[in-house]
């Protein structure tokens, strides 16, 4: 069974920073591209942000271009969300999932990377207030 095991997160004054983190359990990350997403009550899933199975594209949502990074370590079957310069509008839930590279190249948007889920984390709570 594909499971993605999520860490990381909690309460953060503005301006701080956290780390999250995505494990696999049960198969090898490498055979998939990652995409995180945030979900905050009464408003649509977002796309935050994805990387390829080699970790050679990350893409971003405009609004975190340049305060997170994604990036993976295929070794440890781990990728990681590093959130910096964090806002009070970054609070939310914090999901990350596994999927597959499109056919043909990335796609527009934070999460162009991929396509499909074959697993998602089981969430994790951002909260940046003063």
């Known amino acids: 069974q594909l499971q993605l095991v999520q860490s990381g997160g909690g309460l953060v004054q503005p301006g701080g920073s956290l780390r999250l983190s995505c494990a696999a359990s049960?198969?090898?990350?490498?055979?998939?591209?990652i995409s995180w997403f945030r979900q905050v009550p009464g408003k649509a899933r977002e796309g935050v942000s994805c990387i390829s199975r080699s970790g050679s594209t990350q893409k971003y949502a405009d609004s975190m271009k340049g305060r997170f990074t994604i990036e993976r370590d295929n070794a440890n079957n781990t990728v990681y969300l590093q959130m910096n310069s964090l806002k009070p509008e970054d609070t939310g839930t914090y999901y990350c999932a596994a999927g597959w590279e499109p056919a043909g190249g990335e796609r527009p948007g934070a999460t162009g990377c991929m396509v499909g889920f074959a697993a998602w984390g089981q969430g994790t709570r951002v909260t940046v207030s003063s």
């Open positions: 049960g198969f090898t990350l490498d055979n998939y591209a």
